[in-house]
């Protein structure tokens, strides 16, 4: 089947005229008429009636019409599709991201997205996830990883979609009783100074937010932006501290520090790619988001 005569067939129905519709495609009247005749050979049936200058569908071409466009449009779509590709190739993103996922999951998943697209430049930029979520709005970038204390936190302006949902536990010195413990519950939650991240973070806010869900008074002995220092002070049994379990697989690994999960209590965060609903994505950030959401979980992309 020949896609040019199709559209010959379709582009001289829509018009009812042979000599506009050779206007349109750039052929001469003739050869149109000549592709309109190879389609009727090859149906075995007229598709058009003919009565001088006027020309109108028959029962065939009028049963045609609906076949030939479903076939042109999807044609239309594969070149669309493949356009997309090749644009996708290239162009730049815009990347906010938050530290956990900007040091866990970023660094493996680029590894690989830069095997795919070698030509397409990222621009990185660090920010707290608050941060990254109002420069999202202000349309400064085009895509954050960041993380969430909750599930969903779409706006009419912010959308987000949950990466991966990691458990937050409580990291102990093994110098600490504690540590003969798998987990902890609300009593020693309360009896163990606490050292925290800054007012302004994802962690802080939830751990205040369970605290008084929980109606547990807050024992805060240190205040620390510094992450790699939070886990040295909790190696040094000066406290005990929430981590996210990624951020501290390293830790966990070398036993220096002893992750204990909540009795009861369930305490997520959820790393989230999250963009601006008003702004369209460009190509290459279309290829990062659909490229991040289909690596296969058996793929150890988040790195320890």
Request: glycine share 4%; net charge neutral.
């Amino acid at each position: 089947m020949d896609l040019n005569k199709l559209k010959t067939f379709y582009t001289v129905a829509q018009l009812n005229n042979f000599s506009r519709a050779a206007e349109i495609l750039y052929l001469t009247q003739p050869a149109v008429s000549a592709q309109i005749k190879d389609l009727e050979f090859e149906y075995k049936t007229k598709l058009f009636n003919r009565n001088g200058r006027k020309i109108e569908l028959t029962d065939s071409g009028e049963k045609l019409i609906p076949f030939v466009k479903k076939l042109l449009d999807i044609y239309d779509d594969s070149l669309h599709a493949i356009s997309l590709l090749q644009e996708a190739g290239q162009g730049s993103i815009k990347l906010g991201v938050s530290g956990l996922p900007g040091a866990r999951l970023l660094p493996a998943a680029l590894s690989r997205f830069r095997e795919i697209y070698p030509d397409i430049h990222i621009s990185i930029r660090e920010k707290k996830s608050a941060g990254v979520l109002d420069l999202l709005k202000l349309k400064k970038f085009d895509l954050g990883l960041i993380v969430s204390s909750e599930e969903n936190i779409n706006t009419s302006i912010i959308g987000a979609e949950v990466l991966y949902r990691d458990k937050y536990v409580v990291g102990v010195s093994y110098d600490n009783p504690l540590a003969r413990k798998k987990s902890i519950g609300v009593k020693d939650l309360s009896q163990n100074p606490l050292i925290v991240s800054p007012k302004d973070t994802v962690t802080h806010q939830a751990i205040i937010d369970l605290y008084n869900r929980l109606s547990l008074p807050l024992n805060i002995e240190y205040e620390i932006e510094n992450k790699s220092m939070m886990k040295t002070m909790v190696e040094k049994n000066l406290g005990i501290a929430f981590f996210s379990s990624l951020e501290i697989k390293k830790e966990v690994e070398s036993q220096l520090i002893c992750p204990l999960e909540l009795e009861g209590i369930p305490f997520y965060s959820y790393i989230q790619l999250a963009y601006n609903k008003t702004k369209e994505l460009n190509p290459a950030s279309k290829a990062f988001h659909d490229f991040i959401f289909n690596i296969d979980e058996q793929d150890n992309f988040i790195s320890g």
